[in-house]
């Protein structure tokens, strides 16, 4: 199956591989938050007062349906929490460029267009899907009045399968919100967003749509 990835990325408004569930890799990362259905970590960016953040967390659902939700960008404001609108901007090569539009209730709209790469390979148990992001809003539509704009905006996915039927999903995020938000609220706010969408993914892959005729 051909899988394009958008990267849903919920925790910028309000704000390889490991082996097993909440395994740290990366040098810096701390535990932020742990609890049934995702552990979040954190780490300090450099000359930057912002933080990174990577959570990890399992999904009942195989990795190819899990794509499918997070490929169906346009739809992104029926069950994304935040999210406005969307708007594919154009296909080029082995990347795609959306833009987004983000209010939520704690701060001015946000919005911004990115460029996503995406990679998928074969495991032992099934496919596993990458997607990476950064920032192309020269692609986008000109800024608007009372709409901040995110310059600063960069992650990934990966979706690798546990099982048939279950993903092990993590989430990476280095984003600047953009506006006047101050650095120690927007790196707490971005664990609940991160949470959220976690939840949001969880909650649209039961609809049988992104199951149906990909086994």
Not at 73 to 78: A, D, G, L, S
Not at 102 to 112: E, F, I, N
Not at 155 to 170: D, H, S
């Amino acid at each position: 199956m051909h899988c394009r990835l958008l990267p849903g990325v919920m925790s910028i408004v309000l704000v390889g591989c490991p082996a097993a569930f909440g395994a740290e890799v990366d040098a810096g990362w701390k535990l932020a938050v742990r609890d049934k259905d995702v552990e979040i970590y954190s780490r300090p960016h450099a000359a930057s007062p912002l933080k990174e953040f990577k959570a990890v967390g399992p999904i009942d659902a195989p990795t190819y349906a899990v794509c499918a939700v997070i490929d169906d960008f346009q739809n992104y404001p029926k069950f994304m929490p935040s999210v406005t609108e969307c708007q594919l901007i154009k296909r080029d090569g082995d990347s795609i460029v959306g833009y987004q539009r983000l209010s939520p209730k704690v701060c001015a709209d946000r919005d911004y267009t990115l460029r996503v790469w995406k990679e998928s390979w074969r495991a032992p148990n099934g496919l596993v899907f990458m997607s990476r992001w950064s920032p192309a809003n020269e692609f986008g539509p000109p800024e608007k009045k009372g709409v901040v704009r995110v310059k600063l905006c960069e992650g990934k996915w990966l979706l690798e399968p546990e099982g048939i039927t279950k993903t092990r999903a993590t989430y990476s995020i280095y984003t600047d919100t953009g506006g006047y938000i101050p650095s120690f609220i927007a790196n707490h706010v971005s664990l609940t967003g991160i949470k959220r969408l976690f939840a949001a993914i969880r909650n649209q892959v039961k609809d049988p749509k992104y199951t149906v005729g990909q086994l």
